[in-house]
């Protein structure tokens, strides 16, 4: 959708006045979005897709914490609504991250004319490996 806006031009000692319409680029819908996470230990970035339908938007904004592990959901501003965000869940992408300390992911937005640039960094992120509990009950028999 594009709008119109007047334009008047003033030119030369006689005042002729032009009128002209222009039109204003309105951005393309989102399509889609995209988490990045930088691997420092490989030097390589891995990617997720975020498609539109695990996308909730209008929320209330949790705190980023200082110290996360294993996080479960991403969160950033709603463009639509000031004050509120939009969240997906991505644990099980991050779950695939080898252990290690100090991860930060980032956001690009997606749409029919190209990605957006790149977010700003995350909080940051551990993502450990949690061992099976003790077994009980563990007896020999006869």
């Known amino acids: 959708m594009s709008k119109i806006l007047a334009c008047s031009l003033f030119l030369g000692v006689t005042g002729l006045l032009i009128a002209a319409p222009i039109s204003a680029q309105t951005p393309s819908p989102i399509t889609g979005y995209q988490v990045d996470v930088l691997i420092a230990v490989t030097n390589t970035m891995v990617t997720r897709a975020i498609p539109l339908t695990a996308v909730t938007c209008n929320l209330a904004s949790l705190p980023a914490p200082t110290s ?45 004319d190209g990605p957006s640039p790149r977010s700003n960094l995350s909080n940051p992120f551990d993502v450990v490996r949690v061992p099976p509990a003790a077994r009980t009950g563990v007896g020999v028999r006869q």
Do not use: E, H, K, M
Request: aromatic share 8%.
């Open 68 to 112: 996360l592990v294993n996080p479960a959901t991403i969160q950033w501003d709603d463009a639509a609504i000031v004050g509120r965000v939009c969240r997906a869940s991505v644990g099980d992408f991050f779950s695939t991250l080898p252990p290690a300390t100090g991860y930060n992911a980032t956001l690009i937005a997606l749409s029919a």
